[in-house]
């Protein structure tokens, strides 16, 4: 996960709806956008369950400038110290799943407070003419790298210190070689 400033486990509000509750998800994009799950918490030490159908869709997801920190260290702290945080994939690698053989482009990366690493893949040539153009999410443990990716995008994206949150404001210039 790329260290920036909200982490999992954090207790967090909307500036703007003043929507609260805790970071259960931070997903990296391909675009250079993050988004961050937030789900509303009961008391200090329960959150709101997804399998609970009358809580289902209470998850709301946000750019990281939206959110103001409430609470760093909560009832959630040993959750987040157990959360795992990295994974051998990266954004552009091309994957396959060792299950279904779907291949593609790992395009985002999301880490949860509760489960393990899952990549977006969008779908190579081959798939996308049978699943239509959709990408499909896999845990990480699933995905092997066919290649990985040609340019290090978090080092391009570092090196844009003005960059906007949304995936329009991000103009990545790619190596000489690459197509």
């Known amino acids: 996960m790329q260290d920036k400033t909200i982490q999992l486990g954090w207790r967090v509000r909307d500036r703007i709806s003043g929507f609260e509750g805790i970071v259960i998800d931070v997903a990296d994009h391909i675009s250079g956008c993050r988004r961050i799950g937030v789900r509303p918490a009961v008391d200090d030490s329960k959150i709101l369950s997804s399998a609970d159908s009358s809580t289902r869709g209470d998850e709301e997801f946000f750019y990281e400038d939206e959110l103001l920190v409430v609470d760093e260290e ?106």
């Not at 051998?88 to 994957?95: A, P």
């Not at 779907?102 to 798939?127: C, E, K, M, R, W």
């Not at 040609?150 to 190596?175: C, H, I, W, Y």
């Open 74 to 179: 909560g009832k959630f702290e040993n959750y987040a110290k157990k959360a795992k945080v990295d994974t051998h994939i990266s954004l552009g690698d091309e994957v396959v799943d060792d299950i279904t053989d779907f291949s593609g482009t790992v395009t985002t990366i999301s880490y949860n407070l509760f489960n393990t690493p899952q990549a977006a893949v969008s779908p190579d040539q081959i798939h996308s003419k049978e699943h239509g153009y959709d990408r499909e999410w896999f845990d990480d443990v699933r995905l092997t790298v066919k290649e990985k990716s040609k340019f290090d995008l978090s080092e391009e994206l570092e090196e844009t210190p003005d960059q906007g949150t949304g995936a329009m404001s991000v103009e990545k210039n790619r190596p000489e070689d690459s197509p």
